[in-house]
């Protein structure tokens, strides 16, 4: 009865903030429900990221690689998207060869905690604010200065974003895209 509880309530909160159930939304092993961003929100991200040829853009929890694809579509870099899910680590791998762009990124099914994210340029994260609080030591030793991590809706505890930006959404929910400079 408790789990059921608390899916019922999971689907509500999730209704609300995906305006509805406009997005799709998959449990990826009991973490963080996968939630795609919208194709505004990837373009808003790519854009604050400042992404450009040469740079390495990793997205941690990845999902079905939407980020990671069109950063390659868009600005011909090299991407690397952290997926916990092997289901959806499959499926981005077949949209990416779709999209003509499997020459430039690479999907792991690794655990967002233990991967190496210190070739990246760029990062970019859609994760629950506790996820991003686990995440945040592993991210201060890794990443270079300069290093610009973007974050769709949810902050980074104890980091000051560089600049805050709306996307508007539904009418239920727009969204807030976060920039952080490695210092």
Known sequence: MKQILKGLMFTSILLLATGCGSSVALWTDGEV???RSTPEVIDRMLEMARVKKGDVVYDIGSGDGAIIIRAAKKYGVQGIGIEIDQELVAKARQIAVREKV????????EDAFTVDVSPANVVTLYMLPEFNAKLRPMLERQLRPGTRVVSHDYPIEGWVPDRV????GTFVH???????EIR
């Open 33 to 35: 429900p996968f939630v």
């Open 102 to 109: 499997e020459h430039l990124v690479e999907f792991r099914a």
């Open 165 to 168: 930006e709306r996307v508007p």
């Open 174 to 180: 727009d969204h807030t895209v976060m920039l952080f």
